[in-house]
């Protein structure tokens, strides 16, 4: 044992927040990859990292497996260095780019990995909650991308993890794969544990998430449910059709902060739909099929990701 020692396991769930990154900044040359990041992730939460590509995400969960330190700033996995925190088998990984050894089977992977924890979880367990049974004699070169992903999950998984980090999941499955999966991480967290994933499927997020974190240039530009990140971007959505409607005519109503024209119809959004829709039904008195959304997740994620820096 070294001079730092991790919580015990037992203790882990009640030792405060499953994350915490304080003042986390990380540079490569002059580009700031993240800057200034805080953030707290509370045991049990499902946590959804979204932003555009070079927002910092991998960055931020490289340091979070303390497999890339902070220039500055701090990160403790349950009070512990990320380092230790691995150790203990207190934080697994699911990776996209992971790479799985392509002449042993999948059985021998997930047991390999378990020999390397004081108190992994039962290799037989992994596979089955990872839905991967029927794999356990498949080699690696056998694979298909979901159910390389299948494996990845029960490698993650079998050191029996409070935290779970989890880049890009579902890539490569299909969505009958997609639905297994979650539910399997559904059964995960709710014996307490914790879920941070990176995703480029909005609706996954969107349904499964209990939080989401929007990141952009290195920062969070937004932290709340889903509800209230919708909330953030503001506005709602208006659909409808619109005999006789010309772009100018739609850019020109009130309240109108984006649009689409197609044929007759068009769907924008505004920032006060009751101002869009009385000047529309004043200027196209035949307009139907008129339809009024809260935005969604996607919509405000194009609108808090896509501002320019100030």
């Given amino acids: 044992m070294n001079g730092t020692s991790s919580p015990p396991r037992d203790a882990a769930v009640t030792a405060g927040a499953a994350v915490r990154l304080s003042g986390l900044r990380k540079s490569y040359g002059e580009v700031r990859a993240v800057d200034g990041v805080d953030l707290t992730i509370a045991p049990g939460e499902v946590v959804a990292l979204l932003g555009p590509n070079g927002a910092g995400k991998s960055t931020t969960v490289d340091m979070i497996l303390g497999l890339?330190?902070?220039?500055?700033?701090?990160?403790?996995?349950?009070?512990?260095?990320?380092?230790?925190?691995?150790?203990?088998?207190?934080?697994?990984?699911?990776?996209?780019?992971?790479?799985?050894?392509?002449?042993?089977?999948?059985?021998?992977?997930?047991?390999?990995?378990?020999?390397?924890?004081?108190?992994?979880?039962?290799?037989?367990?992994?596979?089955?909650?990872?839905?991967?049974?029927?794999?356990?004699?498949?080699?690696?070169?056998?694979?298909?991308?979901?159910?390389?992903?299948?494996?990845?999950?029960?490698?993650?998984?079998?050191?029996?993890?409070?935290?779970?980090?989890?880049?890009?999941?579902?890539?490569?499955?299909?969505?009958?794969?997609?639905?297994?999966?979650?539910?399997?991480?559904?059964?995960?967290?709710?014996?307490?544990?914790?879920?941070?994933?990176?995703?480029?499927?909005?609706?996954?997020?969107?349904e499964f998430a209990d939080r989401v974190v929007l990141m952009r240039a290195g920062h969070v530009v937004a932290d709340g449910s889903v509800a209230q990140v919708r909330a953030l971007a503001g506005g709602r959505t208006l659909r409808a059709v619109v005999p006789g409607a010309t772009e100018a005519a739609v850019a020109d109503l009130p309240g109108v902060t984006e649009y689409q024209l197609r044929g007759q119809r068009i769907a924008l959004s505004s920032k006060d739909s009751d101002a869009t829709l009385r000047a529309l039904l004043a200027a196209f008195p035949a307009a139907h099929d008129i339809e009024i959304a809260a935005i969604g997740l996607e919509g405000a994620f194009l609108s808090l990701t896509s501002e320019e820096e100030s």
Avoid at 95 to 115: F, I, R, Y
Avoid at 125 to 152: F, H, M, P, V
């Fill in 68 to 206: 890339t330190m902070p220039d500055a700033g701090s990160v403790t996995v349950f009070g512990a260095a990320p380092a230790d925190a691995v150790k203990a088998g207190a934080i697994g990984a699911m990776l996209q780019g992971g790479a799985l050894l392509e002449d042993a089977t999948v059985g021998e992977m997930v047991a390999m990995v378990a020999s390397l924890h004081r108190n992994p979880m039962p290799v037989g367990e992994a596979l089955a909650r990872a839905g991967i049974e029927d794999l356990a004699n498949r080699r690696g070169s056998k694979l298909s991308g979901g159910q390389k992903q299948r494996a990845r999950f029960a490698v993650a998984l079998v050191s029996d993890p409070d935290v779970l980090l989890l880049d890009e999941p579902t890539a490569a499955m299909d969505v009958g794969s997609r639905r297994e999966f979650w539910r399997a991480m559904q059964t995960f967290t709710d014996s307490g544990r914790t879920v941070v994933f990176a995703t480029h499927y909005l609706e996954e997020a969107e």
